[in-house]
């Protein structure tokens, strides 16, 4: 905020010599309603974990596809991620960036995928050698338009599963900025 007004300030310092005292003012007004009008655009962002603590975990293999519930919040400004359901809910409409990380499980293999209303839009897939001893995993990440309500998770496919040590599986997404229909 400081920086922004400073940027004010100087350029109607600036603008001082070759403007009347009432057409700087306009300008001074104008600028601090753009200022003010960005400062109130709503913040959202979230990271988190499905590992509460920092003991080996094995998530699955299930019978069914399965949302992961990403119960260890890091950070949840704007409440939007609900670490009781595994479901970020957009708050307004806008573009958002979102990543998750996935980890072979004792499955041997790990297939999941981030969902925008129940529709695929990434996905991670990754197999390992249980007997190798070396954990294998992967990442995705994408920027989606989404509209206020529209819903995101990730879903752990059917015989699949994640390992997870020490919060090596996030889930993570911001708002980048929020998109307004005139």
Known sequence: MESVLAVVVLLCCCMVETQTESEVDGLLRELTARVEKLESKPKVAFS???????????LGPFG???????EKVIT????????????FTAPVRGAY????TCNVGNSGKAN?????????????YETANPKSGIYHGG???????????????VVLWSGSSMFDNSRINMFSGYL???ITTK
């Open 139 to 153: 990442a995705n990440g994408v920027t989606l338009d989404l509209v206020k309500g529209d819903k995101v998770n």
């Open 64 to 70: 069914e596809n399965t949302t992961v519930v990403y």
């Open 76 to 87: 949840n400004i704007g409440e939007a991620y609900n670490p009781d359901t595994g479901v």
């Open 97 to 100: 960036y979102f990543t998750f």
């Open 176 to 178: 980048l900025f929020p």
């Open 112 to 124: 999941a995928a981030l969902l925008k209303n129940d529709v695929k839009m990434v996905a991670v």
């Open 48 to 58: 988190a974990s499905f590992m509460i603590n920092d003991e080996h975990y094995h």
